[in-house]
T-cell receptor, first 111, second 114 residues
Framework: DVKVTQSSRYLVKRTGEKVFLECVQD?????MFWYRQDPGLGLRLIYFSYDVKMKEKGDIPEGYSVSREKKERFSLILESASTNQTSMYLC??????????FGPGTRLTVL | DQQVKQNSPSLSVQEGRISILNCDYT??????FLWYKKYPAEGPTFLIS?????DKNEDGRFTVFLNKSAKHLSLHIVPSQPGDSAVYFCAASAGTSGTYKYIFGTGTRLKVLA
């Protein structure tokens, strides 16, 4: 059974903290994605990675960075969390093209 | 500017009837369209897709229709079942299925009443 897992389902952080969101896929997929989902805005792409150590900015990369040291793992980093980064974060993977399989999401609250 | 729009935030349908979910887009370069379904506390799952060379694609109870001249696509679910209750997102991309960048709509919450 194919799987994309995210390290936390719920996370509460303080403004200014450094936050790491981890994502692991077990399908040997080349492509991995980070999206955020907000009411009235749908899913918006933050970053995309098409290979180890390779990344491309999505539509809303400001305030975020990513790391992909191993093929199966893609991390999203909030260098200094702010309240406007309170959101649902979704990781996804695919062999080619856009997101095929999503993780369950991490609901991040920044106080 | 929202390039992919789902103007109905919610829809209620009786079990057994047809559900029609609509999606409009503005970018004429889009040539590949998808629908995803999302249950609460789960990530979206891919449902069905259509390329712009077709105007209809069917998979079991799910059919997607594409009207390129109107820049409109719709998802038909027949017959609707309570398990279909979920949020449905449409998405579009330019460059057939090989491109990674999908633009998502805001979602429509479908409720199928037993």
């Amino acid at each position: 059974d194919v799987k994309v897992t995210q390290s936390s389902r719920y996370l509460v952080k303080r403004t200014g903290e450094k936050v790491f969101l981890e994502c692991v896929q077990d399908m040997d997929h080349e492509n991995m994605f980070w999206y955020r989902q907000d009411p009235g805005l749908g899913l918006r792409l933050i970053y995309f990675s098409y290979d180890v150590k390779m990344k491309e900015k999505g539509d809303i990369p400001e305030g975020y960075s990513v790391s992909r040291e191993k093929k199966e793992r893609f991390s999203l980093i909030l260098e200094s969390a702010s309240t406007n980064q309170t959101s649902m974060y979704l990781c996804a993977s695919s062999l080619t093209g856009g997101p095929g399989f999503f993780g369950p999401g991490t609901r991040l609250t920044v106080l | 500017d929202q390039q992919v729009k789902q103007n109905s935030p919610s829809l209620s349908v009786q079990e057994g009837r047809i559900s029609i979910l609509n999606c409009d887009y503005t970018n004429s370069m889009f040539d590949y369209f998808l629908w995803y379904k999302k249950y609460p506390a789960e990530g979206p799952t891919f449902l069905i897709s259509i390329s712009s060379i077709k105007d209809k694609n069917e998979d079991g109870r799910f059919t997607v229709f594409l009207n390129k001249s109107a820049k409109h696509l719709s998802l038909h679910i027949v017959p609707s079942q309570p398990g279909d209750s979920a949020v449905y997102f449409c998405a579009a991309s330019a460059g057939t299925s090989g491109t990674y960048k999908y633009i998502f709509g805001t979602g429509t919450r479908l409720k199928v009443l037993a």
